[in-house]
């Protein structure tokens, strides 16, 4: 019966894809290459086909590429219907339905969610209406941004020195106008790469000319007469006067609709299995809803089990093809997602590229280069092991480090390579402000001379 | 056919033509030592892109020359420093970094894709120069004459001047030869540096012109280089000048060469592209693939005890990666002998990987789909008048010494 239900579901099921970007296109893409041939149905708020993110905050705020012109190119014909401009509101899970805003409801017979995050505004409603008031997560988003810079602002203030945030200030600078960006931590990227990096991260703004202000807060913005923004006022009671604020405090999850739902969705995302399947609200795997995306919270064998969400370009298209594979197939092909997280940026000329989850780190080695010079490869060690590592200006090292994380090797890093500086020859603390220690416990590696024969390996723990 | 045989049928020039079968033997021990003091072969693709990203191995002329000693690479250490291929970081970043602002982007974006006119302008008169042959030698009458105008113009270096340097390229060229290396006598090892020496100060006249009154070429860049990365000295302009005016051309010659041969063995290709010129990007990505120019990189060292396939290749070790057999490794490739060029990922290891992949290869790119295209849609019926042709001793940078080509005519 099992085997007749997948060959029917394949032939004349009906799967319908909420959230129409990255990873709901590429899922599509998958679901026809690999031969589905029933009805698909793609769902999605925004107006537009599926466009890509990153350049948002590069090229496009640059005025290299268009806001209107970063669509994301079809790999594959996907011949879907394609229900665009128009929310999802509800899910029923019992009748395998959902609801949409303007009150249709489509069935389907497997469900995959990819609604993504959206940009966490500014908590003080009326503040974040005022004019110059900006968020950077979308095509509008951007476009707006774009043409408030392209006006020649006296003062750009960047609220929040994340991944963002900083790619925000680089652009400013790049185009000659004043910023100034305020961070919690003590340096910009601390919370993605520690206060070693973030240091070296500070340092490439300041010399920049950017206005960096760390350990304060921003308390409020202040609006002129007419409702545009004119200063922000910051915890240590100094005022910065700018005309363009950019909100950058991180994202929330795009998960409200599902309220109800009995999907065990929330603010940190949807919990699903390896195999991309979203768990109920009880924890128990629902065999027809599945998740891909930056929505998506999965345990990552390699990191300890834990529930990884990760907002990486790369994970969203990762998860999106197993998803898709393993919406169509028999429970014996199914794929877990096993995909190495990986996130780049580019700031100030330099490019940042991370493997691994360098917050699990509890130490850094500097194991290439050198961090005065800013272009340097840095190694996470997390009990005993590798588990992440970053470069500047160094990325084609990179897929060494992430062969090594997936064997687990050992850190202290002792082997020597070419351009080891003294000062990477011992650990120091990655200074992350609150360090999560996962518990201890047995580790897995990937092993396999080949990315195509890759398996899991289990190592008992020692007592 | 005993193990112990196998590196030196790699060098053996019996092999030269067709040295696929031997390179699927090699695989079958994927990291082959045969005798004390001699390299590590690697010949399975994930390994050699692995080993190709990986920080423990050294590309350094003085870490190869410790690893065994020979006359050649004596007599490179001395009169010219190494040029970057030669370098480890952070030498080598820095270097080819000031290479590259005058080479690429983000600095020169368009320096090469703004030559394609004037390449398909060389080829042109190329082609026109033999209106009235029916049979050509395509290495010594095409293959060989465009890349090496090509190269002369983007450096700065008169062509006229050709018949003098290629006295000096050829000698150089042969020392990447390990068989050759092997076989070297005083004579060889003392002509080979005088051919360095002689080149470099050749340059070295151009260069001095150029810092004097600069022009639009790379010579001149070099030598005006002013970046965050400072500038080269002298020194370090002509051995990188040395090593863009040999790499420049001599690969893209047996790509034209090995990409003709393979498609008039493929006729149904060469048709094809005769009139869908866009093909030629598949083809030459999947010529890179099937026949790639540099077929080996023999100049790696292992500065740390390194495991493949559970092997430990212990400090200090030589590494061979046969580049051209990981392009054939069927654990990457389906079909990995078929020339195929609608393949669907077109990778390949053609360019090397990592800090030292290619640095010409966006130009030796657009010169072999300008060359095979043009090539496609003049020749009247081409066929190949010997098969296999006639081939260099090299084994490193392996192509044929002529290619003879019958037509009917010229289009
Ligand atoms: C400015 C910017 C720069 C970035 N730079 C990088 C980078 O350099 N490197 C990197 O790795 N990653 C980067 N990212 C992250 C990357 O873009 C994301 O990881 C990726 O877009 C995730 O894809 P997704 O499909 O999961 O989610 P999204 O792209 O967020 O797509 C979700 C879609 O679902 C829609 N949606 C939400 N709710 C509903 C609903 N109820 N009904 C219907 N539709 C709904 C949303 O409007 C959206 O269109 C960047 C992101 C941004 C915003």
């Not at chain 1, 128009?86 to 389907?108: F, I, M, N, Q, S």
């Not at chain 1, 109920?280 to 795997?285: A, L, Q």
């Not at chain 1, 998860?319 to 919406?327: K, R």
């Not at chain 2, 019996?14 to 040295?19: I, K, L």
Request: charged share 25%; net charge negative.
């Amino acid at each position: 019966m099992p085997a007749d239900h997948v060959e029917r579901l394949r032939r004349e099921g009906r799967i319908v894809i909420v959230g129409a970007s990255l990873a709901g296109l590429r899922a599509a893409e998958t679901l026809r290459a690999e031969g589905f041939a029933g009805e698909l149905t793609l769902i999605g708020d925004e107006p537009y086909e599926p466009y890509d993110r990153p350049p948002l905050s590069k090229s496009v705020l640059l005025g290299k590429a268009s806001p209107l012109h970063t669509e994301l190119p079809h790999r594959w014909e996907v011949d879907a219907k394609w229900r665009l401009g128009v929310a999802a509101a509800g899910l029923d899970l019992t009748a395998g339905r959902v609801r949409l805003a303007d009150g249709d409801e489509v069935e389907y017979d497997r469900l995959l969610i990819a609604t993504g995050v959206r940009a966490r505004p500014w908590p003080k409603e009326e503040e974040a209406r005022l004019d110059g008031v900006c968020l950077l997560r979308t095509r509008e988003d951007a476009a707006d941004l774009y043409r408030r810079l392209r006006a020649g602002p006296r003062r750009v203030f960047v609220i929040g020195a994340g991944f963002a945030g900083s790619e925000v200030a680089s652009a400013c600078r790049e185009m000659g106008i004043a910023v100034t960006v305020a961070e919690r931590a003590g340096a910009p990227l601390v919370g993605a790469l520690g206060g070693v990096i973030g240091a070296v991260a500070a340092g490439l703004q300041t010399e920049n000319g950017v206005d960096l202000r760390t350990h304060v807060t921003v308390t409020s913005l202040e609006g002129d007469p007419v409702g545009r923004v004119r200063a922000v006022h910051l915890s240590d009671e100094s005022v910065v006067e700018a005309d363009v604020v950019v909100v950058s405090l991180g994202s929330l999850r795009n998960t409200e609709w599902l309220a109800g739902s009995g999907l065990g969705a929330g603010p940190r995302g949807i919990a699903c299995d390896a195999g991309c399947r979203a768990f109920d609200f009880r924890g128990i795997v629902t065999d027809d809803v599945f998740v891909a995306g930056d929505v998506a919270r999965s345990p990552h064998a390699l990191f300890g089990y834990q529930f990884l969400s990760l907002e990486h370009w790369g994970n969203a298209v990762a998860q999106a093809e197993t998803a898709a594979h393993n919406m169509i197939c028999h429970g014996a092909e199914r794929r877990p997602h096993l995909w190495m997280p990986a996130f780049w940026s580019s700031m100030f000329g330099v490019n940042i590229k991370s493997v691994g989850v360098p917050p699990m780190g509890e130490q850094l080695m500097i194991t290439q280069g050198s961090l005065a010079e800013r272009r340097f490869v840095g190694v996470y060690g997390h009990q005993g092991r590798m588990i992440a590592a970053v470069s500047f200006d160094n990325t084609r090292w990179l897929e060494f480090y992430q062969r090594q994380i997936e064997r687990g090797a050992p850190f202290p890093v002792e082997f020597p390579t070419m351009d080891r500086r003294p000062e990477g020859l011992r650990p120091v603390a990655a200074d992350f402000p609150d360090p999560s220690l996962p518990t201890h416990g047995p580790t897995v590696t990937l092993s396999g001379y080949s990315p195509a024969d890759q398996q899991l390996v289990f190592h008992p723990a020692r007592h | 056919m005993t193990q112990a045989s196998l590196v030196r049928q790699i060098t053996d020039f019996a092999n030269r033509a067709d040295p696929y079968p031997l390179y699927e033997e090699l695989r079958r021990t994927p990291v082959l030592h045969e005798e004390e003091g001699g390299p590590y072969v690697i010949s399975s693709y994930y390994d050699i892109e692995g080993l190709l990203h990986d920080p423990r191995i050294s590309s350094d002329a003085a870490n190869l020359a410790a690893a065994g000693e020979d006359d050649i690479s004596q007599a490179e250490n001395t009169g010219l420093p190494p040029s970057f291929l030669r370098l480890d970081p952070p030498e080598h970043d820095r270097l080819r970094r000031i290479a590259n602002s005058a080479f690429g982007p983000p600095h020169r974006p368009r320096r090469v894709e703004n030559m394609r006119g004037e390449m398909a302008g060389i080829v042109t008169e190329l082609i026109d120069g033999l209106a009235d042959t029916r049979q050509i030698d395509l290495v010594d009458q095409f293959a060989y004459p465009f890349p090496v105008t090509v190269i002369c113009r983007l450096l700065g270096v008169p062509r006229d001047d050709e018949p003098r340097f290629r006295s000096w390229v050829d000698p150089l060229v042969a020392t990447l030869d390990p068989e050759t290396r092997k076989t070297a006598d005083a004579e060889f090892v003392k002509a080979a540096q005088e051919a360095r020496m002689q080149l470099g100060m050749y340059l070295a006249g151009l260069v001095e012109e150029r810092t004097k009154e600069p022009r639009d070429d790379l010579l001149s860049d070099l030598v005006h280089s002013q970046g965050p990365d400072g500038s080269m000295t002298m020194m370090e302009v002509l051995s990188t000048a040395v090593l863009l005016l040999i790499a420049g051309h001599e690969t893209t010659v047996n790509l034209i060469t090995n990409g003709m041969l393979t498609l008039l063995r493929h006729p149904d290709v060469l048709q094809r592209l005769r009139t869908e010129p866009g093909l030629s990007v598949r083809i030459v990505e999947e010529l890179l693939r099937y026949e790639p120019p540099v077929q080996i990189v023999p100049q790696r060292t292992c500065i740390a005890d390194i495991e493949v396939r559970g092997v430990t290749i212990p400090k200090g070790s030589r590494l061979w990666l046969v580049l051209a057999a990981g392009n054939r490794d069927p654990e990457r490739f389906k079909e990995p002998g078929r020339f195929d060029p609608d393949r669907e990922d077109i990778q390949h290891l053609g360019f090397g990987s990592g800090i030292h992949s290619c640095f010409g290869a966006p130009l030796a790119r657009l010169e072999t789909q300008i060359a095979l295209t043009e090539l496609a849609r003049r020749l009247e019926n081409p066929r190949l008048a010997e098969d296999p042709p006639p081939y260099r001793q090299n084994a490193v940078l392996r192509g044929p010494r002529h290619l003879n080509i019958t037509f009917d005519a010229w289009r």
